[in-house]
């Protein structure tokens, strides 16, 4: 499968698997993605956006980071931008609209804990764990392939937060594209 192919069909599966409504008061972010009206309880609907944003947009993410992000992530953000998402088997971190790519990086860094902790022991967090799971959702960045892509794990945040150790406590996939095959297969078979 092409790799733009890969996306349009990971970012259609946002909507099958995510009523992707959330209340604008407690989501900000839902109101520049916005479509439609509010429901009866308040809640607003939001759709990716799909976006052209150079490559050079990557390069502030890439000065951050000990290592370069998997290629089709790099791809996804630079076509899309996102609310948080919750697909199920982990939450992508919002890549919010904007003039360049500094919201996903403030997502990727916004709590001072995993970004003292996450980085220097060879992770690089995209996400969060399912519904109301704090779990970092990780690069692991000292698993990388061929493809330059990492095996995805989740990482205890009770163990950074409490003990200030890193402790993988499961690998969602060996990598960033079986993990969104995963998801668009999830989607698919709902």
């Known amino acids: ?9 990971f970012v259609a599966s946002f909507g099958k698997l ?5 209340f604008p008061k407690i989501h900000p972010l839902v109101q520049q993605l916005a479509v439609g009206s509010p429901d009866s309880y308040g809640r607003q609907r939001w ?3 799909k976006i052209h944003s150079e490559a050079s947009q990557l390069e502030p993410l890439r000065a951050k980071f000990p290592a370069r992000l998997p290629p089709l992530f790099e791809q996804l953000v630079l076509s899309y931008r996102w ?10 971190l919002a890549n919010p609209p904007g003039p360049d790519l500094s919201g996903l990086l403030d997502q990727m860094t916004k709590d ?16 969060r764990g ?12 000292r698993s990388r392939t061929k493809q330059k892509d990492y095996r995805i794990v989740k990482v205890d945040h009770e163990e950074i937060l409490c003990n200030n150790r890193v402790k993988v406590v499961a690998e969602l996939a060996p990598s960033f594209e079986e993990l969104m095959l995963q998801t668009i297969t999830r989607a698919e078979t709902t």
Do not use: T
Request: one cysteine or more; a negative charge; aromatic letters at 12%.
């Open 112 to 127: 001072p804990a995993f970004w003292k902790s996450l980085p220097p022991a060879g992770y690089i967090q995209f996400g």
């Open 18 to 22: 995510n009523e992707m409504a959330e």
């Open 47 to 49: 759709r990716p956006m």
């Open 130 to 141: 399912p519904d109301m799971d704090y779990d970092p959702v990780c690069f692991d960045i």
């Open 83 to 92: 609310a948080e998402v919750d697909l199920q088997s982990f939450r992508l």
């Open 1 to 9: 499968m092409r790799q733009n192919e890969l996306i349009e069909r």
